[in-house]
């Protein structure tokens, strides 16, 4: 399963988003994959945001080129749900904290 992209709310798919943290640098972009296709890449002042299918999805967030240290985790997707994170990442390792709300 691959990850879909819609302008529009759809109640029966779920919804990921994520966003920088605040201090974490411009210059640092990050590549995300979701079921093991490459879904997109987002930097610093602009939020990820794609819809998915209910049911479990792999997603993976990374520095470009770097995959030793990515973020792993898995979504159990329900319909109408949000699933909100902001990405911050040290020296070795990307972070994917949950948070109740992206602006």
């Known amino acids: 399963m691959t990850a879909g992209q819609s302008?529009?709310?759809?109640?029966?798919?779920?919804?990921?988003?994520?966003k920088h943290s605040p201090v974490l640098g411009i210059n640092i972009p990050i590549a995300v994959w979701i079921d093991g296709v490459m879904a997109g890449a987002f930097a610093k002042g602009h939020v990820y945001e794609r819809y998915l299918t209910p049911g479990r999805h792999d997603v993976y967030a990374s520095r470009p080129g770097t995959l030793y240290d990515s973020w792993?985790?898995?979504?159990?997707?329900?319909?109408?749900?949000?699933?909100?994170?902001?990405?911050?990442?040290t020296l070795n390792r990307v972070i994917l904290q949950p948070t109740s709300w992206v602006d």
């Open 72 to 89: 792993y985790g898995t979504l159990d997707v329900r319909p109408g749900e949000t699933y909100s994170f902001v990405v911050k990442c």
């Open 7 to 18: 302008d529009y709310s759809r109640s029966s798919d779920g919804r990921l988003r994520m």
